[in-house]
């Protein structure tokens, strides 16, 4: 069977829209000419004697970090690895893009074999985290006062190196979307547009930012695990989310990448909704 693998455009949508993925309402076919048309996403497919059989996407974030994703196959032509092929395809597009550093994707906790196909074309997992969304935090208040804004540039700087530049641990960019750090996700920019709020003893530090995926998120990070124990944290989190309420309505929420043990520490009737945990894989590009 003649098959090829080329860069998709909107006009390629009826064959995609052809494909028996499996999925209901998937949410791919909403957004296929948009994101088929622009530079920072792109989708690639795979066809078998003109059929597009499976596809496969590719975005670039801050210049430096690519995702892979929105893989999809049809399911007349799965157990014949074409999905395996057009992913191996893609990674290989994004490492000979000159300034991407390091390739990754997401998948299920509990999807084994998409996580074997990762792990097979050599990305290394790092540990579960839980997207956790909610609406209502109040049950987690103490009845304090919430924390103190920083304005500097400079002091958030500082807690950008301390945190992430130094250790390089992963840092949630986006919602859905974390990454190892480096000096590329932290423009002054982005750092301006985010909010941090430090507590009275100057020793934590909350990040927040708006994101919009679908609807308005207040994108919560707090990297350390005593988030039950420091007085004003969720009050400063509940202020901020009704500010933002107030601004774009009822379809807001709060979105915070939890890991195990951090969800693990939240009481019972904490306001979060719990989705199945997923796995970041990813890999260095050393072509660069």
């Given amino acids: 069977m003649e098959s090829i693998i080329r860069k998709l455009s909107p006009e390629d949508f009826p ?33 078998v004697e003109g059929q597009l059989t499976s596809l496969c996407g590719l975005s670039v974030f801050a210049g430096s970090y690519a995702m892979i994703g929105r893989i999809r196959s049809d399911v007349r032509f799965r157990g014949q690895s074409f999905a395996t092929r057009l992913t191996a395809y893609v990674i290989e597009e994004a490492k000979k893009r000159p300034n991407v550093r390091w390739i990754g994707a997401n998948t299920q906790e509990e999807n084994l074999p998409a996580r074997r196909v990762l792990e097979k074309l050599g990305l290394k997992p790092h540990k579960p985290m839980i997207g956790a969304i909610g609406t209502d935090v109040s049950l987690m208040e103490k009845g304090v006062a919430p924390w103190t804004e920083v ?63 679908a609807h308005y998120h ?71």
């Fill in 151 to 213: 304005h500097s540039l400079e002091r958030k700087k500082q807690w950008i190196e301390q945190l992430y530049i130094k250790t390089g641990d992963l840092f949630p960019y986006e919602c859905y979307y974390l990454f190892p750090s480096s000096e590329a996700l932290f423009s002054d920019d982005k750092l301006s547009e985010w909010s941090f709020f430090e507590n009275r003893e100057g020793d934590r530090v909350l990040i927040l930012q708006h994101d919009f995926k």
């Fill in 15 to 47: 064959a995609f829209d052809a494909m028996e993925s499996g999925i209901e309402d998937d949410y791919v076919k909403r957004i296929f000419k948009d994101i088929a048309s622009t530079e920072r996403h792109q989708l690639y497919g795979l066809f």
């Fill in 218 to 288: 207040l994108h919560t990070i707090y990297p350390w695990d005593d988030l039950m124990v420091q007085d004003g944290l969720w009050e400063t989190v509940s202020a901020e989310y009704q500010k933002l309420k107030m601004k774009h309505g009822k379809e807001t929420d709060i979105w915070m990448e939890l890991t195990k043990e951090q969800a693990a520490l939240l009481p019972e009737g904490h306001g979060f909704d719990f989705p199945s945990a997923w796995v970041l894989y990813g890999i260095e590009n050393t072509t660069i």
